[in-house]
């Protein structure tokens, strides 16, 4: 009986160290983006204030380019990131968790220098949950968007999932997201995570928050906040405009001016 309980308790301390660095959710010995267990929704996984904003949740499509501009808006600076036009549903999911607050005081909970940055879990909210930081989420998976041409460079936005053991098809988490620091040390994950936008500005920020100081478990000891991620309005605004204006002279070819010959 002894040595049955004994057996038992070993296997659920090994379960429960999954994903963390060192040792991802699917078994690997290297540093992995893994999430540690099939994502559930948060309590509070939906908008959590009734703010206005002039893009809203029912009217951001319209209002936002093919490839938008959103600031990351954290405690320690804004990282301001480009999303792809080529990933449409990690793109679009990501626009609207923005515009509808549900990223709003969120943490960086894992944070490893020389690697990359991660964040977009509701549960980082309540520091009672802290055992459960980097399992929660909108109760939803994205399916892979994964291009060859979308590396891991220094500033990628990419999307956190769960290990190839439990998710073969390699689909993204709902919310979670990480930030390439060290495109060296993250080469080994080309082809293996769906990369949906780059930084474009605040690689600073990102080496900053690097930096801090961090637990056994790669959290930081000080919490980094993401305050909010929106729109940057005024330039969505002109490169949509660019693109109307585009699709307008597309469809409404200027004919070349005749030419006029020359006397002899």
């Known amino acids: ?106 943490l960086f909970h894992r944070v490893i220098n020389g690697f990359m940055i991660q964040g977009g879990d509701p549960y980082t909210r309540d520091t009672s949950r802290v055992e459960e930081w980097g399992e929660g989420g909108p109760g939803y998976t994205i399916d892979a968007e994964i291009l060859p041409e979308h590396t891991h460079k220094k500033g990628a936005l990419a999307a956190a999932r769960r290990g190839n053991m439990a998710n073969p098809m390699r689909e993204s988490s709902g919310s979670q997201f990480y930030l390439v620091q060290d495109s060296t040390n993250c080469k080994h994950l080309n082809g293996e995570y769906t990369v949906f936008g780059e930084t474009v500005g605040g690689l600073n920020v990102i080496d900053r928050i690097a930096r801090v100081q961090t637990d056994r478990l790669d959290r930081p000891v000080r919490p980094v906040v993401i305050q909010r991620i929106r729109p940057n309005e005024q330039m969505n605004k002109r490169a949509l405009e660019e693109e109307r204006r585009a699709l307008e002279e597309a469809a409404n070819p200027t004919e070349p001016e005749a030419q006029v010959p020359t006397e002899p």
């Open 1 to 106: 009986m002894k040595r049955t309980l004994t057996f038992v308790l070993v296997v659920l301390l090994a379960a429960s160290c999954g994903g963390r660095r060192g040792h991802g959710a699917d078994g690997n010995p290297a540093d992995s983006l893994a999430t540690e267990t099939p994502e559930a929704p948060a309590a509070k996984a939906g908008p959590k204030t009734a703010k206005a904003d002039t893009i809203s949740a029912a009217n951001y499509k319209d209002r936002l380019p093919q490839e938008p501009i959103f600031d990351i808006v954290t405690s320690m600076g804004t990282i301001r990131v480009k999303l792809y036009k080529d990933t449409p549903k990690h793109r679009d999911n990501f626009a609207r968790l923005a515009v509808t607050h549900y990223y709003d005081d969120v």
